[in-house]
């Protein structure tokens, strides 16, 4: 069995948040919190709230045990960008390009590994 959490148009970019994203997939929970609170990254943070809610999400609605879940998917997808303007000399101007993140954890019972 499965559960998700996914957290939508969160301010840092998809290719940063995919680093991160690498390090903790096909781990258990437990490995992987350890890894986010070490990581110095700003999207460290945002998937250890995002795994937070998915191992919430797996106790309360689908009845498993926290002990035994392993991340079987953890991704970020590219966002909506928000684009800005930068005054620049003569009268120009330079487009701030502000990247957005869709963040995705998937956890599983512990037999839900062999996806390796």
Request: avoid cysteine; hydrophobic fraction near 40%; aromatic fraction near 6%.
């Amino acid at each position: 069995m499965e559960a998700k959490a996914e957290a939508k148009v969160v301010r840092v970019s998809s290719q940063k948040a995919n680093l991160v994203a690498k390090n903790i997939r096909y781990k258990t929970v437990e490995e992987a919190f350890a890894i986010l609170d070490n990581a110095s990254q700003k999207s460290a943070g945002l998937f250890k709230k995002v795994l937070n809610s998915a191992v919430a999400n797996a106790t309360e609605n689908h009845g498993m045990t926290s002990e035994g879940l392993v991340i079987i998917r953890a991704f970020a997808n590219e966002g909506p960008t928000i684009k800005r303007w930068r005054a620049r000399a003569k009268g120009r101007a330079d487009q701030k390009l502000k990247r957005t993140a869709h963040l995705i954890v998937v956890v599983a019972d512990d037999y839900g590994r062999g996806n390796k």
